[in-house]
């Protein structure tokens, strides 16, 4: 998928070695956030459905490696499609790279293809430092009882280069896929790869 955005000079890199306090069995925080048009939503709204959290920032060239190849609007459609909640999550701080507004938000929908339920905004980062949210994509399943059940990295393969993502083994795949089952989840904690979040 071809698209019309910018990358910036600013600098991506890896996440540093350390895990999300937000840890796998214990509720969820509860969170309140606005998507594109305004429209409040809160985490509570999806009690009773497993709900994907995806940390997104349309200049890091880890998110395009997901997006550009498609594979991740793939992964949207496919659980939305099995009624997952998907919530894509912009903490981007003004001014800084990947910064979505309301008024930039349907081109960025449109350029991407997104297939997530909702663009939520979390501008001044308080959502994404609740998660300690590390890495753009960062990734979080949460089960039907609000459990977090994973927590991540979205695949094996710590790369920005869309060709590792054939053999990769998708993490969220498997996380949603072995609690749909009522199963355990297999590694569910994996160190997060791509850009910082650029809070404010």
Do not use: R
């Amino acid at each position: 998928m071809k698209t019309k955005l910018l990358i910036t000079a600013l600098t991506c890199v890896a996440a540093s070695v350390s895990f999300a306090e937000v840890k796998v069995g214990n509720d969820a925080p509860a969170f309140t956030l606005n998507d594109a048009s305004g429209k409040t939503h809160s985490l509570s709204d999806f009690k009773g459905k497993f709900v994907v959290l995806e940390w997104f920032n349309e200049g890091c060239p880890f998110v395009k490696k997901h997006y550009t190849s498609g594979n991740m609007q793939k992964l949207q459609k496919e659980y939305t499609g099995k009624d997952v909640v998907w919530l894509s999550i912009n903490s981007s701080a003004q001014g800084e790279q990947g910064h979505v507004t309301p008024e930039t938000a349907p081109k960025t929908i449109a350029d991407w293809k997104m297939d997530s339920t909702k663009i939520l905004l979390d501008h001044d980062g308080k959502v994404g430092k609740m998660y300690d949210a590390k890495t753009t994509p960062h990734m979080f399943v949460i089960n039907q009882e609000g459990k977090v059940v994973y927590q991540g990295a979205i695949d094996s393969k710590a790369t920005a280069n869309t060709a590792d993502i054939d053999g990769a083994e998708n993490y969220v795949k498997v996380a949603l896929e072995n609690s749909m089952a009522g199963k355990p989840v297999s590694n569910a904690s994996t160190k997060p790869y791509g850009c910082s979040v650029k809070y404010k």
